[in-house]
Nanobody, 126 residues
């Protein structure tokens, strides 16, 4: 069965960095676009960043553009989110999500994703 297991969350100071990882199993990882989404306390889900199945394309929410970098290693079935210049408003539960359709260009909306990990908490505070 499909499993997505996030790690790397924790407490960071404003201006600091964290690197999230998502280990995937149970499907042909290299065929599927992947994304990260987050949910801040008391707020709705927000798509953060996504990457094409082969890594040839990426996209970012305006709120993280220039600070976050998504990447993937298809040999390791892992997707990463490097988060720099963290702000308190980045505090959220971060989810790794798998797109429903393989090979599809374009990263779609959250409704286009069919599997979610359990999430990893990121807290940015001094």
């Amino acid at each position: 069965q499909v499993q997505l297991v996030e790690s790397g969350g924790g407490l960071a100071q404003p201006g600091g960095s964290l690197r999230l990882s998502c280990a995937a199993s149970g499907f042909t990882f290299s065929n599927y676009p992947m994304s990260w989404a987050r949910q801040a306390p008391g707020k709705g889900l927000e798509w953060v960043s996504g990457i094409y199945h082969d890594g040839s394309g990426t996209n970012y929410a305006d709120s993280v553009k220039g600070r976050f970098t998504i990447s993937r290693d298809n040999a390791k079935n892992t997707v990463y989110l490097q988060m720099n210049s963290l702000k308190p408003e980045d505090t959220a539960l971060y989810y790794c999500i798998k797109k429903r359709r393989p090979f599809e260009k374009g990263l779609g909306t959250l409704n286009d994703y069919d599997y979610w990990g359990q999430g990893t908490q990121v807290t940015v505070s001094s």
